[in-house]
């Protein structure tokens, strides 16, 4: 119980320290959302808060340029682009004006290239971490998860888009919502701004049975959201037993996509962690491969980063085994894979033979496998419908006794290692085990570093953004621990050519795998972050970095 006291004072004390953020959402341009903002910012205004505008797009509208009037207005960064003069947000003098509340329009929006974020909603992260308050704008079709739910709904392929977790941090969600006949009437009347002529637009993305459907989409994904925070805020001081979620990716699957936001979606509505595998063979490797399924591959290893997976990769030829390998070191309780439709011929069938698919859902006990039906003309149905399938998943998670996180204690002893040079991955592996076992003076770290290695051969732990997460399991540890190392310069893997700056070392006991797969979620967790990785990157000393981690790990646990 005093440990739970300790922990709700921790949560309080750092949402505290990072600004509120609040979004209003619409299903569609032009139902009002820049409007709403810009009336709440004016009653905020009447009320003492200092309140200001980081960028607000008009578009040349009398109405929404009267509401700007009498609010204080940052002035835009100019930026040259091929020869044309852009203008984006300006963070830094935002950061130097520091105001109570800041207005960011758009937040879907992707700044010109050499700005100092990549994304709006990255300007927004940065913002809110220096304390500021930010209220934004954004329309639904632009959440990467519902990419495609929307090009089945309208046909068209949006471009821009958000992470999920973006929408699930936001502290207040707001529905700007008007029936489908008033915005098309909005829009004859010239009163939305859209790129093409508006009887073109009435006759393409704005049809009706287009605008019931991103209306319907719109509500029905804003429950969720709340409902999901609900549950949070109900269940704040438990965790639940980790049944995680899994994705198998295959370079021979050219439809990995939307098996991934399938499994982002399933797994935000069930709170869990989730990872992506990714099992190269021999004829998976990169002479056996052509350049464009290598850029294929790569492009889908990043899209799981961003819609919050943890990614590894491994090798080996026995694919099924692999994977079933994972899913019982890790706690994974169901494993989505795609079926291509590729069949084997009448020959393999007489000899025994079986489809990986066939395989795993023969070799899983105790496992579910959800098998999604990834060929090009059936990539947007679904055979099992997203509720069915949670409700099922509910079920079998509920019916588990929840346990206590006592496991968060090795993130807040972990040790720190500050260097100040680049250096390869064995030498920062052997310091960050050496600083463990001066903790644990009961380790082998001899045979502790043998079995990090032999770890190391499966699969690089270097995930991307900039971490790596070597761990191991050993057999007479009787208690998780962590050691991290920050190299603002890299620390080099020769064998995969990947560079992180921040790498975790987790050495957890083989008789408790749980500790294991929480600490790698909450670590995981932290690590999609950018601004936290910033805040470890600035750090000055390492009582900064442990301050960092304990006040971090709250919030994801």
């Known amino acids: 119980m005093e440990r739970k006291r300790v922990d709700s004072f921790l949560r309080l004390i750092q949402r505290s320290r990072q600004g ?17 903002m810009l009336q709440e910012a004016g009653r905020m205004q009447e009320n003492g808060i200092d309140v200001v505008v980081g960028l607000v797009e008009t578009h040349a509208r009398k109405e929404t340029e009267d509401l700007l009037s009498g609010l204080e207005i940052i002035a835009r960064k100019s930026q040259l682009y091929r020869r044309i003069e852009i203008t984006e947000m300006n963070i830094d003098a935002i950061l130097q004006r520091h105001p109570a509340v800041v207005l960011v329009d758009e937040l879907a929006h992707t700044n010109v290239p050499g700005s100092r974020n990549a994304k709006r909603y990255e300007d927004v992260e940065e913002i809110l971490a220096a304390g500021i308050h930010v209220i934004s704008t954004l329309n639904i079709q632009h959440v990467e998860s519902l990419y495609e739910t929307v090009e089945q709904a309208t046909g068209v392929k949006v471009k821009e888009r958000i992470p999920d977790r973006i929408l699930a941090m936001a502290d207040q969600l707001v529905n700007v919502d008007i029936t489908t006949d008033d915005l098309r009437q ?62 198998c990716l295959s370079s021979k699957n050219e439809n990995c996509e939307p098996i991934l936001r399938y499994a982002s979606r399933i797994a935000g509505r069930l709170n869990r962690n989730w990872y992506a595998v990714y099992v190269q063979t021999l004829s998976d490797s990169s002479t056996n491969v052509d350049a464009r399924v290598q850029r294929l591959l790569s492009n889908t290893l990043a899209l799981a ?42 020959l393999q069938y007489v000899f025994g033979r079986q489809t990986i698919v066939e395989r795993l859902i023969s070799q899983s006990r105790g496992i579910s496998v959800i098998v999604l039906d990834t060929r090009e003309e059936a990539v947007m149905q679904k055979t099992t419908s997203t509720a069915q399938l949670l409700s099922s998943i509910k079920e079998t998670l509920l019916s588990r006794n929840q346990q206590q996180h006592e496991w968060k204690e090795p993130i807040r002893r972990a040790r720190v290692i500050l260097w100040e040079s680049v250096l390869e991955k064995e030498e920062a592996l052997s310091q960050l085990l050496h600083e463990c076992c001066l903790v644990h003076q009961a380790i082998d770290e001899a045979s502790a570093f043998q ?29 998780p621990v962590l050691s991290i190392g920050l190299s603002r310069i890299g620390i080099y893997d020769p064998e995969s050519s990947k560079k992180a700056r921040i790498m975790f070392l987790m050495l ?40 960092i981690l304990c006040e971090r790990s709250v919030n994801c646990c």
């Open 20 to 36: 509120k953020l609040k979004i209003y959402v619409g299903y569609c341009t032009g139902v009002g959302k820049t409007w709403q």
């Open 186 to 247: 909005r829009l004859t009347e010239g009163k939305v701004s859209v790129l093409s002529r508006s009887e073109a637009a009435l006759s393409n993305f704005f049809r009706p049975e287009n605008l019931e459907q991103l209306r319907e989409l719109t509500l029905r994904e804003l429950a969720a959201q709340l409902d999901s925070k609900r549950r949070n805020q109900f269940h704040d001081e438990a965790i639940s037993n980790p049944d995680q979620l899994m994705v």
């Open 508 to 547: 957890s006991p083989l008789s408790d795998p749980n500790s294991h797969i929480r600490i790698l979620g909450t670590i995981s967790k932290m690590a999609a972050d950018s601004h936290w990785r910033n805040m470890m990157l600035n750090a000055q000393s390492k009582a900064e970095i442990i301050r």
């Open 305 to 346: 980063q961003q819609l919050g997976a943890t990614v590894f990769t491994y090798k080996g030829d026995d694919v099924v085994k692999t994977i079933l390998q994972f899913a019982r070191e890790y706690g994974v309780g169901h494993i989505i894979i795609g079926n291509s439709g590729r069949k084997l011929s009448f």
């Open 451 to 479: 079995s990090i290695l032999d770890r190391e051969k499966q699969g690089s732990t270097f995930v991307g953004e900039d971490i790596a997460i070597p761990h191991t399991r050993l057999e007479h540890l009787n208690q």
